[in-house]
Structures are given as structure tokens and as C-alpha cells.
């Protein structure tokens, strides 16, 4: 009867191994920084692949090429996917956060606590790259290495070497790699020219973490990948690395797949066997040997369905769009790499999750994993603002320069920068600061920080929404390393593949002691905040503390009141980095989903390469660890290519 039963499950899935078939030696789901570069790698190696990516190649897009129109890119239509998740089980909390999104009756968006009558809550908005090269094509590009403590330190750094291209260094720097795919750039001392005032305050922070005020120009350009000893303890001031070129365009994983997929062979004919499928939005894995009495269930296929804008996140989809459905088989390995939240959602369409939800979803099980969608967590973000006592100076405007419009129509700034030349080719006043707080979870700098005239408050699916600052405003915009609150869900909310599922970071639940260790570090940094505010001299300083408010002038220290510090974190906090929900563990971690060569346990010829794979958040930005997971799992995908 089991028998009977197993070869029933196994023909409705049968491949077509013939020739006409639509099949290739390796299937890979998503082409951000995971999928991507690891689909090219293979194709390289001399394998035939498919990537299917749910978006469409947006790469002459500006808003996705020019450096400087990041806030563009995040919330382009036609490159975004917008999910709108929670912070915290209890929902009155939820209510109360400043950056809430509502959909008003008429359909557009209203950002905060106090939304026209009739409008509906969605969330918090969390954009998502939903377009060939994935969240690295509309990403702030920042290109950090993360704490050795991350991962294995030896490999890892080789890794960095051969994948980055680097610009900024000299091609003998030890630790960097100037042969790769993966181009890196940061500003020069001209970035910030004029911007004495900037400085200013960035010097007086730079004193605080124990380096000179005086060289904080050497500060500003020093690089924050170097490979020193003791790196991850150090704290100060440095530059801030970004994926783009010298030309300031950016980089993606998109870039590397088209010039894999687009090179030819001196004949003409095709160098490598990549077929990019867009458009095509994966909507289960296809298994056989599910049931049978001795073997693992193999992954063999997906099913899909193409067309443009199928999956809900997508600002243009209509629920009409229903696609044609199709089918790919893998004689090898399915990867899957549709990023933190996809990757478990399509893992528990497929049948690998909790038992009990899959139940609840009649779901059939194939592997019963509690950790998928499970150990959600996210280097989540406050910013510490203040006001100077007069504006801030900017540099002198060049009276010979275009007017920049920044890509309208006739933008002549763009045509410039298609030459290399103008304003969208200089480099920004992107820095990086890092401090260890009082409370780290391990013996290593816990914060990131980003000093400017700007704050980073969050993200709002129009530009428009965001609040507006004075120009006396600067911000130190934090970004917590290792967080300890790490009890995030990604569900189902139906068996509908084009549904978003439902997203819940649980941040700072009671009694969870790493949240409260959270919590406490980021009270501290807050106070370390106010302590620079209150040292910068006249004419520019102090700077008064406007978020976290405090209604009185703060203690030496930088207390004000703790209570309504810690309410003001948990209104304010936001994020954009979520990793970890299909985790690489031990066997005798309950919640591991990938062992150590990013294979699904329970399954085979099934793996998961994208930035849910890190046991925990890697560094302060998960970009560069992503490209490197690729590099890395690459390797072990071709030490098993002999076995299929
Ligand atoms: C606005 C924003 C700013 C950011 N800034 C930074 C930064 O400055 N530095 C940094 O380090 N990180 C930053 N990040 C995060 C970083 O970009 C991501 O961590 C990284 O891209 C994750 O890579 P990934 O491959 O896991 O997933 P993604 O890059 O999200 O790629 C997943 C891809 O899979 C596709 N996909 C998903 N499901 C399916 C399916 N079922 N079928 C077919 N295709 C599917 C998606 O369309 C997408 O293209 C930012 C992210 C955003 C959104």
C-alpha cells in the first residue's frame, strides 16, 4: 500500500529527461545577491542552469544605475515589492509606531499615528527588491565586512578577496581582491570639501571612541574593510564602502548574471548554458521519492507562473494577473534564493516547515522543519537626532554647473554622468562609525552609525511621506550589529503563492533576555548620542536633542528619562536587513533548517543560498556577507556535482 501510494505521489511529477524537456542541471530562484551570482557561477563551471526571477531587468533604469538616486530606487514601482510587517505581538504597541502606513479610502498611502477616517492599517513598510539583481539593485549600497565572529574568518576573507573588484585601494592592500565581479568605491577627501560643519560634529563623535579630532579627514577616508587586527573591537570614525563602479553606478547581482548570460563564444554562440527566465514567479517545488520507505524525498523541479507582476508585494499587480503556469526540472539541485521572506513562504508551499502550520494550510508534509520562518531577526535601526544651534553650512554651489533634477526628463546631470562626468559622479559624505555600548553580546563593537544632515527615520512606499528636517538638523543613525531579539516569524497567510505572507519581528518580548540586553544597549547609545551633541562648541553646538525628546537638558551623562527613551525606541525603531528564517545549524539545534553546505535537511538536491541561511545577522549590512554566502556555497554545490 505505501508503495502503491509513493509511485501515485512520484508520477504526477515525473520529469522529461528527453531531449525538448524544459530541463537543466541546476534550477536557481532568485537573482539578488544569493541566487544570482551562484546561477552565474554554475553556468561558469560548465552546467546548465535556469534563474527564474519573479521581476524584470530594470538595468537602464537610472534610478537603479546612479548612486545618488538610492531613494529613488526603493520606491520605483517598477523595481520595488512592498511588504508591510509588524514589530510586536501585542498590536496596541504596533498602533503606536510614528512611521505607520495606512491605505486611505481613495487608495493612496497616509504615513503615521493619525490616519483619515476610513483608512485601513497596513504596517510598517519594508521595501524589497523585486526585479532582476533583486534588493541589491535598490539597496543603499553599503559594502561592510562583518565581524569575524560571524563565520569561519580564514575562508571567509579569501572569499572577499576573489569576489571584490576594489577602486578605492591600492591593488597591493592586503585583505581585498581587485580581480572580482563585485565592484566596490568609496568617497575621497574632494567628498568633503566644504563640509567643515559636518566634520565638526563628526570630529567631536570621533574623540568620544578614543581617535584624534583633528585628523578626522584621515578618519573620513580610512577604509572599514581593512584587514587589521582587532578590527571588530575597534571603535571610531571611518569611510563607508559601496557596491558601484568608479563611475558611481551602481553594482548588482544583475549585472554579473547579464554579463554571464550575454557573453558569446568567438562564434557568436552562447559562452555559458544560463537561461534567465523572468517574469516568472516560483510557486512550489517538485519532489519525488516523497513517502518512500528508504529514501529522502529529492527535489527535482518547480512550477511557476509567468508573467509580469504576479506576486501581491508588487505595486502593479491586479488580482486578474494570474499568469500561465509551466513547470522546469533539475537533474541536480533546486536553490532556492528568493530571500528572507520568500524563501521559507515557498519552502512551506512546498511541504518543508512546522507540521502544525502546514496542517493548518492542509499542506502535505515532506519535511517537517520548525525553524523555517522561524529566528527572524534584523540589524533594526533608531536615529538619534539633535539641532544645532544655526544651519548647518553646505559647500559653496559651482555656479558653472547644470541644474541637476535628479532623472526628470532632460535631467542634464544625467547625460553627464552617462559620459562620467557631473555631480552624480562625485562621491557622498557616507560614513561609518562604530562603538562597542556597555551592553554587547559579545566582546565587539555592537553599533553602527551614520553621522549627517540627514536621518534615517525608515522607509515609505512615496518618498513624499517622509517627514522633513530643518537644515540645523544632524542625525547619528544607528544600526544595532548582533542583536540579541531574534524571535521574528515569517507565516503563511494562505496557500495562495501569489499572497505575501505574514511578517511579525516580535522585537523586545517579554521576557526574552537578549531583547532586554538589546534594549539596554541601545538606551546606552542614545545617551553616548547626547554626550557629542552637548560637546560640539558654539558657534555650531550644543546640539539639542530632539528624538529621543527630552524636555529637559539631559544629565552629563545623557540620561534624560529612561522610560520615555525606551517608549520612544520601540515608536521609532524600523529595519531592512532580515536574515535568518531557513538557518544553517548543528544537527542537535531543533530550529536548523540548512546544514553546513546550505543543504534542506530531510530532503535532497534541495538548498537555500540567500541571506535567510545566516544563523545570525551578519555584521551591520548583509549585502557583501550575501555576495560572499554565494561565492562560498558555490563551492559546495560543485562538490556534489558528481553525485546527481
Ligand atoms: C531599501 C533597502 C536598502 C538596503 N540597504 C542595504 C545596504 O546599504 N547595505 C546592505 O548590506 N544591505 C542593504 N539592504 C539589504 C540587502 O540588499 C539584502 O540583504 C540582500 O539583497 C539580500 O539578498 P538575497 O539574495 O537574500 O535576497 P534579495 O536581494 O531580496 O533577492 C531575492 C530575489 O528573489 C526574487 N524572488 C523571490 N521570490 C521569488 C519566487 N517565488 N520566484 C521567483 N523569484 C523570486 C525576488 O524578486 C528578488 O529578486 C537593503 C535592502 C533594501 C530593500
Not at 544600526?479 to 503563492?497: E, F, M, Y
Not at 534624560?560 to 542537535?588: M, V
Amino acid at each position: 500500500m505505501v508503495k502503491i501510494a509513493y509511485w501515485l505521489a512520484g508520477l504526477t511529477v515525473l520529469p522529461r529527461w528527453g531531449p525538448g524537456g524544459n530541463y537543466y542541471d541546476y534550477i536557481v530562484i532568485g537573482s539578488g545577491p544569493g541566487g544570482g551570482p551562484l546561477a552565474s557561477n554554475l553556468a561558469r563551471a560548465g552546467y546548465s542552469v535556469l534563474l527564474v526571477e519573479a521581476g524584470n531587468d530594470q538595468s537602464s533604469n537610472v534610478n537603479s544605475e546612479i548612486v545618488s538616486f538610492f531613494p529613488f530606487a526603493y520606491t520605483d514601482p517598477t523595481l520595488r515589492w512592498d511588504f508591510f510587517v509588524r514589530n510586536f505581538a501585542n498590536n496596541t504597541k504596533n498602533l503606536q509606531h510614528n512611521q505607520l502606513i495606512w491605505r486611505r479610502p481613495d487608495g493612496s498611502f497616509y504615513a503615521g499615528r493619525d490616519p483619515p477616517a476610513g483608512s485601513t492599517c497596513l504596517g510598517l513598510y519594508y521595501p524589497r527588491g523585486g526585479t532582476l539583481g533583486g534588493s541589491s539593485a535598490v539597496n543603499a549600497m553599503a559594502t561592510m565586512y562583518p565581524s569575524e565572529s560571524d563565520w569561519d574568518p580564514s575562508h571567509m576573507r579569501e572569499i572577499f578577496a576573489r569576489i571584490e573588484k576594489n577602486h578605492y585601494l591600492s591593488a597591493e592592500t592586503p585583505g581585498h581582491g581587485f580581480e572580482g565581479y563585485l565592484h566596490t568605491i568609496m568617497s575621497n577627501a574632494s567628498s568633503w570639501e566644504g563640509q567643515e560643519d559636518l566634520m565638526k560634529v563628526l570630529g567631536v563623535a570621533s574623540e568620544y571612541l578614543g581617535q584624534k579630532q583633528q585628523k578626522i579627514l584621515e578618519h573620513l577616508i580610512a577604509d572599514p574593510n581593512a584587514l587589521i587586527p582587532a578590527r571588530d573591537r575597534t571603535e571610531g570614525v571611518f569611510g563607508l564602502a559601496v557596491h558601484a563602479d568608479t563611475r558611481w553606478r551602481r553594482f548588482s547581482s544583475r549585472d554579473y548574471v547579464l554579463k554571464t548570460a550575454n557573453a558569446v563564444l568567438p562564434d557568436g554562440n552562447k559562452k555559458y548554458r544560463l537561461t534567465v527566465q523572468l517574469n516568472t514567479l516560483a510557486t512550489k517545488l517538485l519532489f519525488q521519492d516523497v513517502g518512500h520507505p528508504k529514501k529522502k524525498p529529492k527535489a527535482i523541479g518547480i512550477e511557476y507562473l509567468r508573467g509580469q507582476s504576479l506576486y501581491s508585494a508588487d505595486p502593479r499587480w491586479k488580482s486578474s494577473n494570474k499568469g500561465t503556469p509551466g513547470r522546469a526540472y533539475a537533474r541536480k539541485e533546486v536553490i532556492l534564493a528568493g530571500g528572507t521572506f520568500n524563501s521559507p513562504q515557498l519552502l512551506k508551499l512546498s511541504g518543508i516547515g512546522p507540521a502544525p502550520e502546514l496542517a493548518r494550510f492542509k499542506i502535505k508534509v515532506v519535511a517537517n522543519l520548525p525553524g523555517v520562518g522561524a529566528n527572524l531577526q534584523d540589524n533594526y535601526e533608531v536615529p538619534i537626532i539633535g539641532h544645532a544651534a544655526r544651519d548647518f553650512q553646505q559647500p559653496a554651489p559651482d555656479l558653472n554647473a547644470p541644474t541637476c533634477n535628479f532623472g526628470a526628463p532632460d535631467d542634464p546631470c544625467v547625460d553627464l554622468w552617462r559620459q562620467g562626468i557631473g555631480p552624480y559622479t562625485a562621491g557622498t559624505t557616507m560614513n561609518s562609525i562604530f562603538r562597542k555600548s556597555a551592553y554587547p553580546a559579545h566582546d565587539e563593537r555592537d553599533f553602527f552609525l551614520v553621522g549627517g544632515t540627514f536621518a534615517i527615520r525608515g522607509f515609505w512606499p512615496s518618498f513624499d511621506l517622509r517627514p522633513l528636517d530643518p537644515p540645523k538638523m544632524f542625525a547619528l543613525s544607528t544600526v544595532k550589529i548582533n542583536p540579541q531579539s531574534r524571535a521574528g516569524t515569517v507565516k503563511l497567510r494562505s496557500t495562495d503563492p501569489r499572497d505575501t505572507p505574514e511578517i511579525n519581528f516580535h522585537l523586545f518580548e517579554e521576557n526574552d533576555v537578549g531583547a532586554e540586553l538589546d534594549l539596554k544597549a541601545e538606551l546606552d547609545t542614545v545617551k553616548w548620542a547626547r554626550r557629542v551633541f552637548a560637546s560640539v562648541p558654539p558657534p555650531l553646538g550644543p546640539l539639542t536633542p530632539v528624538e529621543p525628546p527630552c524636555f529637559e537638558t539631559p544629565a552629563p551623562d545623557g540620561s534624560c528619562d529612561d522610560d520615555l527613551d525606551k517608549e520612544w525606541i520601540t515608536t521609532q525603531i524600523f529595519g531592512h536587513h532580515p536574515t535568518s528564517t531557513c538557518a544553517i545549524g548543528a544537527d542537535s539545534d531543533p530550529l536548523a533548517v540548512l546544514d553546513s553546505k546550505f543543504r534542506v535537511r530531510g530532503v535532497r538536491g534541495l538548498r537555500v543560498v540567500d541571506a535567510s541561511a545566516f544563523p545570525r545577522v551578519p555584521g551591520p549590512f548583509p549585502v557583501l556577507p550575501t555576495f560572499m554566502l554565494s561565492e562560498k556555497a558555490t563551492e559546495s554545490v560543485l562538490e556534489d556535482a558528481d553525485r546527481w
